[in-house]
């Protein structure tokens, strides 16, 4: 049956429990768990890496830039209105919490393509 569960944990698509069944196994053997508590690490494991695929994806396909953030924007070199702006979206992210959108207007040169990846408006 061991040498089998590989195979059918990658048929049912569930590579955290692949790659980690036997190293929960031993921590599960090692701190005498449950089935229930080794079941629920798998589980935590397998949605952990599910959800960071997810956003490697969207990263992909949002053809965000690295290395962008709120840190690296370089806010005194914009105007003082946009500042307040981008501080007040920095210091208040209920917006992406709520999926909200966020236009970025403005001319060429001011910042769109790092906002962008930081969810930034412009004037």
Known sequence: MS?????????????????????????AAEHAWGYSQYLAALCEQEVAQRFQSRISNWTHEAKLPRGKSFATL?????????????????????????????LLIGPSGVGKSHGRSIGVAFD
């Open 3 to 27: 040498e089998s569960l590989p195979l059918m944990l990658k048929e049912l698509r569930l590579p955290a429990f692949g790659q980690h069944y036997r190293h929960f196994q031993d921590q």
């Open 74 to 102: 370089a806010l005194p070199e914009l105007p003082q209105a946009a500042q307040k702006k981008i501080i007040a979206l920095r210091d208040n992210t209920q917006w992406a919490s709520q999926a909200d959108n966020v």
